[in-house]
């Protein structure tokens, strides 16, 4: 067993049920041109979780442990987008319009894949997703139940929308939660603070709090 330093108390997982989930790493997200930047958001504040996330899937990587990556994103007919998602906001583009790295949220376009410094290996599980939370409509529920896995290492942006959706569907699931402080983040700091105190709070309520640091720490 693997016990990391955690809010509001360590985290303990046993390595041979572990996942890693890197949510929705995506252009779209975190580089200009794309779709968090048409909502008016500065994307750069999502780039400090680029070098920890790395470390921890190499560390992954290398103890051969599974990691799933998910993507944000629509078919290219849209048939899958709700009107009340696409209209939501007041976005300079809206999903599916072409931007500078193709048309926004939608599958196959340059945008709406995941940032080379975190790229899928071969091997490594990719997960569509249509929604914020990573259960929704898709097969990750029985992608772990079918591997045994219990315990998830969670980083991906943003903190207080895809992460907090899926944390709070993961915990109805039964799956703990370890989410990793310097691994998430948001356009809003306060929200990220905001979305992590609420994960740990009334002990450990969605789930547990840590860093990168305190995880690579915790493996001998
Ligand atoms: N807008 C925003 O903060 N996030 C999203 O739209 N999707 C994800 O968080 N992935």
Wanted: net charge negative.
């Amino acid at each position: 067993m693997i016990t990391v330093t955690a809010d509001p108390f360590p985290f303990t997982f046993d390595p041979d049920h572990v996942a890693l989930l890197c949510i929705d790493f995506q252009r779209d997200f975190m580089e200009a041109g794309g779709f968090g930047e048409s909502l008016g958001n500065d994307v750069s504040r999502l780039r400090t979780t680029i070098e920890p996330t790395k470390r921890v899937l190499d560390l992954f990587r290398s103890q051969g442990w599974p990691v799933i990556h998910t993507r944000e994103g629509h078919r290219p007919d849209l048939t899958d987008l709700f009107p009340s998602k696409r209209d939501r906001g007041n976005p300079s583009l809206r999903i599916g319009e072409e931007g500078p790295m193709g048309r926004l949220l939608v599958r196959g376009s340059a945008g709406h894949g995941i940032v080379p410094e975190l790229a899928p290996v071969e091997g490594e599980v990719v997960l569509d997703k249509p929604g914020k939370g990573s259960f929704y409509a898709t097969d990750l529920e029985t992608i772990l139940r079918a591997r045994g896995i219990t315990h998830l290492v969670v980083t991906g942006v943003t903190t207080e929308v895809c992460v907090q959706s899926t944390v709070r569907e993961a915990n109805d699931r039964g799956f703990e939660s370890l989410i990793l402080a310097d691994c998430t983040g948001s356009y809003f700091p306060e929200f990220h603070e905001s979305a992590l105190a609420m994960f740990s709070a009334q002990g450990a309520i969605v789930g547990w709090v840590g860093t990168s640091d305190a995880l690579l720490d915790a493996i001998p």
